[in-house]
């Protein structure tokens, strides 16, 4: 134990008298590296360098063109779209060729009565009438009773009739030869009362064709008639002759 500490004096007076020694260019042994030490910080960005070179171009190698495929098959119709909205009108048409020739009267043909209040009626002929209401062109004859076609075509002939009896009546005219249309109205006349009868018929006449009227006896007792209203007109003029 003596002996250690007066080694490690000795030792320390050495060391203490190595300066005085040395001061004339003596060396020491080089001592051990340190431990390393703590990073740095980071150092700033240097500048932007200069643009490098292109790099060379690659030529792509395209293959040929293929063969067109197969048509498709057609795909579902689609909606209905909205309506487009409407266009210009279009420019005016060429002129349409010139028509006939018109009426040289300058006038529509026509033609109707209405008649009433007959007089002196008789069987099977012709009735009679005192007044015209109607009479174009005086196509109905009063004192004849009957109406002449001036205007060839299709007519209707309609009557009415008040009667306190029996009545039977009939549309005749050339045009029906020896048919005719007949009408008749069965009363009581124990009742006294009056009693309606109509009727109608259409006719296609031709020129001076006449149409009239007549009382046939059939049921009836005795002439007893109140009034008879007797219309005719025409529906359409017709120049076909309707015998040919």
């Not at 098959?73 to 420019?91: D, F, H, Q, R, W």
Request: aromatic share 8%; with cysteine.
């Amino acid at each position: 134990m003596f002996s250690f500490n007066v080694g490690y004096l000795l030792l320390g007076s050495a060391v203490l008298l190595m300066p005085e020694l040395c001061q004339g260019g003596c060396t020491v042994q080089d001592g051990k590296p340190g431990l390393e030490g703590i990073p740095g910080r980071a150092g700033l960005h240097g500048e932007k360098g200069e643009k490098g070179d292109a790099a060379p171009l690659i030529e792509s190698m395209k293959g040929m063109k293929g063969d067109s495929g197969d048509k498709g098959t057609p795909g579902e119709m689609g909606g209905k779209g909205y309506s487009g909205a409407v266009g210009e009108a279009g420019l005016p048409g060429l002129p349409g060729l010139k028509g006939p020739p018109g009426d040289s009267t300058g006038s529509v043909k026509q033609s109707a009565f209405s008649v009433h209040s007959p007089q002196n009626l008789e069987y099977a002929k012709p009735v009679k009438f005192n007044r015209a209401s109607v009479n174009i062109n005086s196509d109905f004859n009063l004192q004849m009773g009957k109406f002449t076609c001036r205007v060839p075509g299709v007519y209707y002939f309609v009557f009415h009739s008040m009667s306190k009896n029996n009545l039977c009546l009939s549309l005749k005219s050339d045009a029906l030869k020896e048919e005719n249309f007949g009408f008749c109205d069965y009363c009581d006349a124990s009742k006294n009362e009056n009693h309606v009868l109509s009727g109608g018929v259409v006719l296609q006449l031709d020129k001076d064709e006449k149409v009239w009227m007549e009382l046939f006896r059939g049921e009836n007792t005795q002439l007893s008639v109140e009034s008879i209203v007797f219309n005719g007109f025409l529906i359409f003029q017709s120049d076909k002759n309707k015998h040919s």
